[in-house]
């Protein structure tokens, strides 16, 4: 394999995608040029789909289709407009609906401060997260941030510029996550998991 | 994030990629349809472009450009025709040339047998393995499988199919990683390390 010059532009197109690693982009890029079921003319209408009809919803930065922009699950009369859960990512929007605990609203910041990704404050979704929580008369702020250092450092931030607000800020629990031992449990979590004990 | 039809149809394609769950598909979907640097539409022409002109190797399997085929490996004046490489993977080609220690040709099974993919003999470029063996007067046929018990299984088939051939069979070495250390190692790989031993 010579690495034409569009396999090199499909390979380096495809390393872009979250997750994905150069090797990995070579293993999708030789799969979607060799498969025969038509994988590559399929991806090419789903995108051009997607792209058509689909944007960032105004309201919560979740995807929605392009004629429904605030998305329903920022219109829906049901949801407790009182609560609002932060994510950092519209992915994790679905996850957090999937476990089916949560009827309050949604606000994804679209990355979290990483200085190793020269990504600051100015890329996240902020003067939008302090206007809805006075505009909305919000309640409580819930963050439902990942667990690494520096979700951990964008939640203090956050909770420092709320703090004026008069809004209760709460993050999500940590401890053990369910089907785990504490044998393979690393330091930080178990002593999270003591700390957080509770009546079982 | 309500899952509108278009954005399930991307996550649900995006998902046949090798090594893509459907969680890290519906993270490549977010970024795709948000992404304001055109990501989605950069993917587009670089498919569309490589699905025009790029097509697999009439002879070892690897990814070449439509106007060029049997690819250059295969038509290299300055590579030994003697040795013939044999891969699971075209993807494994490109990684085998960056070791830069093989001046062979090469030859892609597309897969492996695989009971469990429901991947069988007549999935694999088996019957033309057996040809360009006898025709090209191949003296060594080098299996440079993955190291998994379903690679195992198919060194062994191509090994018995190639024994009335006259050509040498081997595979590539079992041992230690660089950079890895004793402690690290799985069992069977330190026994086949200390199994394959050689003068230092």
Redesign the interface.
Same mark, same amino acid.
């Not at 999937?98 to 679209?110: E, F, N, P, T, V």
């Given at each position: $394999?010579?690495?034409?010059g569009?396999?090199d532009?499909?390979i380096a197109?495809?390393a872009?995608?979250?997750?994905?690693g150069r090797?990995?982009a070579?293993? $999708?890029?030789?799969?979607?040029?060799?498969e025969r079921t038509g994988?590559?003319?399929?991806?090419?209408s789903?995108?051009?789909?997607?792209?058509r009809?689909?944007?960032?919803c105004v309201q919560c930065?979740?995807?929605?289709?392009a004629s429904e922009n605030p998305?329903?699950?920022c219109t829906h009369p049901g949801r407790d407009s009182r609560l609002l859960c932060v994510v950092e990512?519209?992915?994790d929007?679905?996850a957090i609906?999937k476990s089916g605990g949560y009827q309050g609203r949604y606000h994804a910041l $679209?990355g979290k401060l990483s200085p190793m990704r020269s990504q600051g404050i100015q890329d996240l979704r902020l003067q939008a997260l302090l206007e809805r929580v006075s505009r909305d008369r919000v309640e409580e702020v819930i963050l439902a941030l990942n667990t690494d250092v520096e979700s951990d450092a964008t939640a203090v931030f956050i909770r420092e510029r709320l703090a004026d607000c008069g809004v209760r800020v709460t993050r999500l629990a940590f401890g053990l996550p369910v089907g785990s031992g504490i044998m393979y449990s690393d330091p930080v979590t178990l002593s999270r998991a003591m700390k957080g004990r509770q009546m079982p």
């Amino acid at each position: $394999m010579a690495g034409p010059g569009q396999m090199d532009r499909l390979i380096a197109c495809l390393a872009k995608l979250p997750g994905v690693g150069r090797r990995s982009a070579e293993r $999708m890029a030789v799969r979607l040029i060799r498969e025969r079921t038509g994988l590559a003319r399929e991806l090419v209408s789903a995108l051009d789909e997607a792209t058509r009809e689909l944007a960032g919803c105004v309201q919560c930065g979740s995807i929605t289709s392009a004629s429904e922009n605030p998305c329903a699950l920022c219109t829906h009369p049901g949801r407790d407009s009182r609560l609002l859960c932060v994510v950092e990512d519209p992915a994790d929007i679905l996850a957090i609906e999937k476990s089916g605990g949560y009827q309050g609203r949604y606000h994804a910041l $679209m990355g979290k401060l990483s200085p190793m990704r020269s990504q600051g404050i100015q890329d996240l979704r902020l003067q939008a997260l302090l206007e809805r929580v006075s505009r909305d008369r919000v309640e409580e702020v819930i963050l439902a941030l990942n667990t690494d250092v520096e979700s951990d450092a964008t939640a203090v931030f956050i909770r420092e510029r709320l703090a004026d607000c008069g809004v209760r800020v709460t993050r999500l629990a940590f401890g053990l996550p369910v089907g785990s031992g504490i044998m393979y449990s690393d330091p930080v979590t178990l002593s999270r998991a003591m700390k957080g004990r509770q009546m079982p």
